[in-house]
């Protein structure tokens, strides 16, 4: 199996500033000229879905399979209060095929190039694809498991009440 990108991520952000957002930054997604046709139509969407590669994984960590999610750290939780749970209910970067899926804010296509924010991908990471965010996809009635609902319900109170 080969996979090919279609285009790369450009921002000025470096990995740690990324890394650390909560809410993503501002980018750009370049579109390669062989594949600009594809974006016909795109204009007018809010959102799309970024499928990428995360080509700074290293081979020692798509061997790692428990993670404590980072994200729960950085909404105020501490480390220890954070369980290790497989990296397949996570966002971590860190497991066997490097691949990313995000959803970005459109902000403007400017011809090949499309205009986002909230992207949580560094400079130079290769993007496999795109799509459209269609309300077809959206899922209103979602259930969590309790050690997750637990430790959002604990990071709100943090930020409510700077605890």
Excluded: Q
Excluded at 76 to 96: A, I, N, Q, Y
């Amino acid at each position: 199996m080969y996979l090919k990108p279609i285009g790369v991520i450009h921002t000025e952000f470096d990995d740690e500033v990324i890394r650390s957002s909560l809410e993503g930054v501002l980018g750009i997604i370049e579109v390669f000229p062989e594949y600009e046709g594809g974006l016909h139509g795109i204009d007018g969407f809010s959102h799309i879905i970024v499928v990428a590669y995360l080509h700074k994984v290293d081979d020692e960590l798509r061997k790692v399979l428990k993670v404590r999610p980072k994200r729960l750290i950085r909404l105020g939780l501490k480390p220890d209060e954070v369980p290790e749970v497989g990296v397949f209910c996570t966002d971590s970067p860190h497991r066997p095929n490097p691949i990313a899926i995000t959803i970005v804010k459109l902000l403007e296509r400017k011809g090949r190039y499309l205009y986002v924010d909230g992207l949580d991908l560094f400079n130079g990471t290769p993007v496999i694809d795109l799509r459209a965010y269609t309300p077809d996809r959206a899922i209103h009635d979602i259930k969590l498991p309790d050690w997750y609902a637990s430790l959002m319900n604990k990071a709100r109170e943090i930020h409510r009440y700077g605890i």
